[in-house]
């Protein structure tokens, strides 16, 4: 398929942690070309936002603020799968967490991976629910 799917998601209680993966080894990907590999999430009644993402021309990553110390992405040497292991979760954490992947320009840098409009490949998402 070529829609990235997600799983990991679930329940946990506060301070715990969760490792997110994301499968998209139905997209067919050039090693000629240049991807954003992007975890993004919604909570109930807020807009979408960029949580974390790398790009594949020099690996370097994006964290939200919100998230930097305790999220980490990582990818496996085939872009196959995509992971975000997240801790010491908060409540605020709660949301769907998307995965997506997107082809961009051989110039493009690692900061303009958090734009969600460069993103082709979505997943469905995975819930997240953090309890205090």
């Known amino acids: 398929q070529v829609q990235p799917v997600e799983s990991g998601g679930g329940s946990v209680q506060q301070g715990g942690s969760l490792r997110l993966s994301c499968d998209a080894s139905?997209?067919?990907?050039?090693?000629?070309?240049?991807?954003?590999l992007g975890w993004f999430r919604q909570a109930h009644g807020k807009e979408r936002e960029a949580v974390a993402s790398v790009y594949t021309g020099d690996g370097i990553t994006y964290y939200a603020d919100s998230v930097k110390g305790r999220f980490t992405i990582a990818q496996d040497n085939t872009k196959d799968t995509l992971y975000l292991q997240m801790n010491t979760l908060k409540p605020e954490d709660t949301a769907t967490y998307s995965c997506?992947?997107?082809?961009?320009?051989?110039?493009?840098?690692?900061?303009?991976?958090?734009?969600?409009?460069?993103?082709?490949?979505w997943g469905q998402g995975t819930q997240v629910t953090v309890s205090s």
């Open positions: 997506a992947v997107g082809e961009v320009s051989p110039d493009s840098s690692a900061s303009e991976c958090r734009d969600s409009t460069l993103y082709t490949y």
């Open positions: 139905g997209i067919a990907y050039s090693i000629l070309r240049r991807y954003c």
